[in-house]
């Protein structure tokens, strides 16, 4: 620490980003929840010379283009829509302007750890909602808190998803506060709720390229909402760096929705390897919560979560584990091709019949 921090950032907590090896083509990486699949064609044909040439002019701050695509796949108006250079930039505005001193933040105690993080950063006060025994969230427990509320749905990294009767169930009974759905991980089998944002004007979701859409390293998140919210976050942006969706980003992105078809397809196929790899692991005698994302959460009563974790790292095979308490038998495993996840049970057997 330099004697320049400002007092209040000294005890800030930053969130640990998943482990991203400099020899990553040696891993089988199923620790950031990353797809195994390119992006589309059209956006690798999308990035030419000539886009590159341009990169000397200001991007379009208001992704005119893609907000305008992305209205009508999500079937919105494009005021409805707000873009940021990845969804935790999206979050990072929500704890900032729509929780503080006036406004508390709720969210579940076991979620997205970057929630906590921007907590802090913003000194909100926020109530981490306890989950249940077996780690699915009562949805009764976000009902009337008057707080600022953020789920994520499915939620990480359990990957339990609530019901949209039970969203609606928490929007109704906070009518005055501002519920935030994080669908990072909606398009792997959860219900979205942007079709209730016509209908709740304090509902908020978010959703990212990174994960369903294979761009997690051009950064772009979105956020759908009744357009006070979105002028509201747009304020937020032009105040502090409204360039904040590169050319080359907004390009592919333009590019991957004319290409919807192609990435529900590899979502159908994530789909399918998450059960093979469920029904393998289960008779491995593995625990295994039922997920709706791209990863699951499993755990195993031969074998400490950690020491897993690190057996597999040996083998080149890296998984996601976290040491809080609760989940530290745990371990987060991303669903990646066919043929990896047969590498990774193929290395679990050979780790089990060692222990
Ligand atoms: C990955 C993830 C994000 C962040 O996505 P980016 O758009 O890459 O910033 C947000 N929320 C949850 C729950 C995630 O898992």
């Known amino acids: 620490m330099s004697k320049f921090l400002i007092s209040k950032y000294h005890e800030l907590e930053a969130y640990t980003p998943g482990e991203q090896p400099k020899d990553m083509e040696t891993f089988i990486k199923l ?21 590159i040439n341009k990169l000397r002019l200001y991007c379009d701050p208001d992704c005119t283009l893609l907000r305008k695509k992305m209205a009508e796949l999500f079937d919105v108006t494009p005021d409805n829509i707000f873009l940021s250079n990845g969804s935790d930039d999206i979050l990072n505005f929500i704890f900032m302007i729509f929780c503080g001193d006036e406004v508390k933040a709720a969210f579940p105690e076991i979620s997205y750890g970057f929630y906590k993080v921007y907590a802090q950063l913003h000194n909100v006060d926020s109530y981490k909602v306890p989950l249940r025994e077996d780690f699915s969230i009562d949805h009764k427990d976000f009902c009337g808190l008057n707080r600022t509320i953020i789920i994520a749905n499915p939620n990480a990294p359990t990957g339990i998803a609530l019901t949209l009767d ?29 079709k209730l944002t016509k209908e709740y004007s304090n509902l908020l979701v978010v959703q990212t390229f990174s994960k369903s859409r294979s761009m997690a390293g051009a950064r772009l998140g979105f956020a759908i909402g009744a357009r006070e919210i979105i002028d509201d976050l747009n304020t937020i942006k032009y105040s502090t760096n409204p360039y904040n969706i590169n050319r080359l980003t907004q390009a592919a992105a333009c590019a991957a929705v004319d290409e919807n078809e192609y990435y529900m397809e590899k979502c159908r196929i994530i ?20 997920s709706k994302a791209n990863f699951i959460f499993v755990k195993s009563d031969k074998i400490d979560g950690e020491e897993l974790y690190l057996k597999l790292k040996e083998r080149k095979i890296l998984i996601r584990h976290f040491t809080a308490e609760k989940i530290a038998q745990y371990n987060r495993v991303t669903i990646g091709t066919l043929e990896q996840m047969k590498t990774f049970i193929k290395a679990v057997e050979e780790i089990l019949s060692e222990v």
């Open 31 to 51: 620790n950031t929840n990353e797809s195994p699949f390119s992006p589309s064609p059209g956006v690798v044909s999308a990035l030419t010379n000539e886009e």
């Open 166 to 194: 039970q969203i609606e169930e928490i929007l109704q009974s906070n009518p005055n506060d501002l519920v935030v759905i994080d669908e990072a991980y909606v398009d792997f089998g959860a219900d979205s709720a942007v």
């Open 271 to 290: 789909i399918e390897n998450r059960a093979f790899t469920v029904k393998k692991l289960e008779s491995l005698g593995f625990t295994v919560i039922p």
